[in-house]
Structures are given as C-alpha cells and as structure tokens.
T-cell receptor, first 113, second 116 residues
Framework: DGGITQSPKYLFRKEGQNVTLSCEQNLNHDAMYWYRQDPGQGLRLIYYSQIVNDFQKGDIAEGYSVSREKKESFPLTVTSAQKNPTAFYLC????????????FGDGTRLSIL | AQKVTQAQTEISVVEKEDVTLDCVYETRDTTYYLFWYKQPPSGELVFLIRRNSFDEQNEISGRYSWNFQKSTSSFNFTITASQVVDSAVYFCAPPPIVAAGNKLTFGGGTRVLVKP
C-alpha cells in the first residue's frame, strides 16, 4: 500500500545534539512538507519542497534543516540551534494540482533528555 | 490577504448530539479548494473531504455533511448523531502549496470532545 513512513516514532535528543527525522513516501508525490505541532496547537510549517533538489523555508525554519536528494525522501534535521525542539513532527506529501489534499505520516514525537 | 479562521477552539457534546464546526476562508482567488482533516488522539491527520468554490451543493457522507456558502466564504462541517470515536481535532485548510506559498498553514483547528 502507498503511504508515508516516518521514523522513529519516538526520539530523544540530548543537549547540543543534532537529530534527524526520516520521512519516506511511495506515493510518487512531487511535494513534501514538514510541520511542527505543539500540545494543543495547530500545525506550523517548517520547510516544504515542491521538487527534488529544491526546498523553501516555512514559518519556523530557524534551527532546522532539510534535504531533498530523492523524490521519495525528505529528512528533517533538528539542530542544536533549535532551543525548544520538544514537539510532534508531521511529514506530508501532495501532488501539484491545488485540487489535491495532503497525505500525512504518523508523526515523530521528539523530546529533550 | 488570505486567511483561514476556525473560531471554535473546542466543542463538547454528549454522544448522539449533532455538532457543527465552522470555517471561514478569506481569499482573493475566485476559484479555490478547501479541505477538512481529522486528527484523532493518536496523532496522524486523515483527509476527510475536499470541496471546491464552484460547487455549493451540500455533501453528505454517512454521518458527516458539509455546507459550503461562497457568499460568506463559509465551509461548515456537521457530524450527525456524534459518537465517542468522533473525538478529535478537526482542521480546515486550503491546498498545501497555496497555503505554503502564502504563509498560511493549518490553524489551531477545532477540538471535538464527545462524551458517552
């Protein structure tokens, strides 16, 4: 079955450490997105990519980095510069027409040790 | 400027009551799509329905129904005879690329709590 796979489901980060969240899709979607969700809050866009080797900053890109070397993969690195990384991270993908919705992964919960 | 507003932050009902969620989408675009997503306590977002601005017919799918009024930019969602499994956060959102390009992504959504 086609879908989006995020891993790991739970992740713990030590102070000063970079961690990478994985997002893989086999839907053949061109566009991919990373969102952050804090408890009781909505989703805020971190980065998005409309095509391989290209990506744009969203609303809260500081302290995060991404790459899009393959169509099916869009990993997110939470760097040590992100001082409050504890949150729920959701990856999504979509195909270009504006008539199409996003498909979401199951999310990764990141906590600070 | 484009803006999505879900004014209700939380709605609490008793099982079998109907519940209506409001969404207002302000945009300069003359034609557009809107989407509703459901986020259950487990966390993943599930796509529920897509509606376009040139179709104002109500749509019904089981216990879910949607009413779209272009004149007021309102795209409302009703759950009839609510069940405990309907407890979730519901988000109204424009197309993802449109949202991202306009710095307009998901708002806080509306949390629905259905009590037995």
């Amino acid at each position: 079955d086609g879908g989006i796979t995020q891993s790991p489901k739970y992740l713990f980060r030590k102070e000063g450490q970079n961690v990478t969240l994985s997002c893989e899709q086999n839907l053949n979607h061109d566009a991919m997105y990373w969102y952050r969700q804090d408890p009781g809050q909505g989703l805020r866009l971190i980065y998005y990519s409309q095509i391989v080797n290209d990506f744009q900053k969203g609303d809260i890109a500081e302290g995060y980095s991404v790459s899009r070397e393959k169509k099916e993969s869009f990993p997110l690195t939470v760097t040590s510069a992100q001082k409050n990384p504890t949150a729920f991270y959701l990856c999504a993908s979509s195909i270009p027409p504006a008539s199409q919705p996003q498909h979401f992964g199951d999310g990764t919960r990141l906590s600070i040790l | 400027a484009q803006k999505v507003t879900q004014a209700q932050t939380e709605i609490s009902v008793v099982e079998k009551e109907d519940v209506t969620l409001d969404c207002v989408y302000e945009t300069r675009d003359t034609t557009y799509y809107l989407f509703w997503y459901k986020q259950p306590p487990s966390g993943e977002l599930v796509f529920l329905i897509r509606r376009n601005s040139f179709d104002e017919q109500n749509e019904i799918s089981g216990r879910y129904s949607w009413n779209f009024q272009k004149s007021t930019s309102s795209f409302n969602f009703t759950i009839t005879a609510s069940q405990v499994v309907d407890s979730a956060v519901y988000f109204c959102a424009p197309p993802p690329i449109v949202a991202a390009g306009n710095k307009l992504t998901f708002g806080g959504g509306t949390r629905v709590l259905v009590k037995p």
